[in-house]
């Protein structure tokens, strides 16, 4: 997260040099007129700490009051919503779109006085606060470290239903062996993610979506009208609540057509895609940032004026511009910089699914 930060610090610092150089020699490209704008807050994996199975306190062995508790408590648990984790992310809620999945992931702990044990694990779901039913297809098992993660398969809401809320644990199977009092089943928290159906979006929901339907057909659109999660800019891809658009701000955009405040939709689409074809979580984000970086470079155009990089250019921000131009032939906000045939290639096999 530090070498990420000092890679974009360092990557500014090369796209202001050449934005001066070419600011005294080219005439200035035409996106750069009264309120130039980039498309959105560019996403960081930042704040999310890793998952770490905790460190269980100071043994008790020898001390009278400390053994009445211990003969009490269980000899295992999940550990509290603080341990759980969806994509990798410490939230323990998200918005989604219909037709995608997540990975859940919790600490597990043994208590000291006894061997670890490691029952088998499956995951649970239940749709709407219904009865809780062993997921298909969800495979878990409590690794030595103590933590347990799976990737759950895609929820698809009921066709006619705007959005479904789908709560996701992890159980785990009564042991046969041991002592008595762990031939139980315990749950962990439950983490909670509400799937939207993009066919049953109306308004600005409905707006944004359209031009992102065939690209990222997958993805949610929230509507963030007062800035709390895009910030300053028009749209962000935020990792809680997906695909974010500000239309209010976007509205104050006059100079802007229709089709360049919906590029806006379609450079975070790109993003989506970025993210989901990685692996879709925290962790995977990281591997994309660093791959961008091999891939996508601040160069001008060799035979023409170049758009000046904005202090926030970044290489994962070219690759969703190269992308996003590949639809919009070039009417959109941008970050700057020039797609040169290599970079437009690899931009475009995320609309093909594939990573660059
Ligand atoms: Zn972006």
Not at 117 to 124: A, E, G, S
């Amino acid at each position: 997260m530090n070498a990420h930060r000092r890679l974009t610090v360092a990557l500014a610092a090369t796209a202001l040099t050449l934005t001066s150089a070419l600011a005294a020699g080219s005439p200035a490209s035409a996106s750069d007129g009264p309120g130039r704008t980039v498309p959105d807050t560019a996403p960081s994996a930042e704040g999310a700490e890793p998952l770490v199975a905790p460190v269980l306190g100071t043994p008790d062995a020898g001390r009278v009051t400390a053994r009445a508790s211990s003969a009490r408590r269980p000899l295992f648990a999940f550990w509290g919503l603080k341990y759980n984790r969806l994509d990798g992310f410490g939230f323990q809620s998200a918005v989604r779109g219909s037709g995608t999945s997540i990975e859940l992931a919790a600490a597990w702990k043994t208590y000291r006085g006894s061997k670890p044990l490691l029952p088998k694990v499956f995951v649970q779901a239940r749709v709407d606060g219904g009865k809780w039913s062993k997921l298909k297809g969800a495979k878990g098992k409590i690794g030595k470290n103590g933590l347990v993660r799976s990737r759950v398969p895609a929820f698809t809401v009921t066709a006619g239903v705007p959005a479904q809320t789908v709560d996701y644990r992890f159980k785990t199977k009564k042991l046969k062996k041991g002592p008595k009092k762990a031939r139980r089943s315990i749950a962990s928290k439950p983490v909670s993610v509400r799937f939207e159906n993009q066919a049953m979006y109306t308004g600005e929901q409905a707006r944004f979506y359209a031009p992102i339907a065939n690209l990222c057909p997958n993805s949610n659109v929230t509507i963030d009208t007062t800035g709390a999660l895009a910030g300053d800019r028009a749209g962000v891809f935020d990792w809680q609540n997906g695909l974010t658009i500000n239309p209010t701000l976007l509205a104050t955009y006059t100079w802007q057509s229709e089709a360049q405040k919906l590029a806006v939709a379609i450079h975070e689409c790109a993003h989506f895609q970025q993210f989901h074809l990685w692996g879709g979580t925290n962790e995977s984000w990281e591997t994309l940032v660093a791959r961008s970086g091999e891939v996508f470079v601040p160069d001008n155009n060799p035979s023409g004026p170049t758009t000046p990089m904005a202090a926030d250019w970044a290489p994962l921000e070219h690759a969703a511009d190269c992308a996003t131009s590949i639809i919009t032939g070039g009417i959109q906000d941008t970050y700057g910089g020039y797609c040169n045939p290599a970079e437009t290639a690899a931009a475009g096999l995320l609309w093909q699914g594939q990573r660059y």
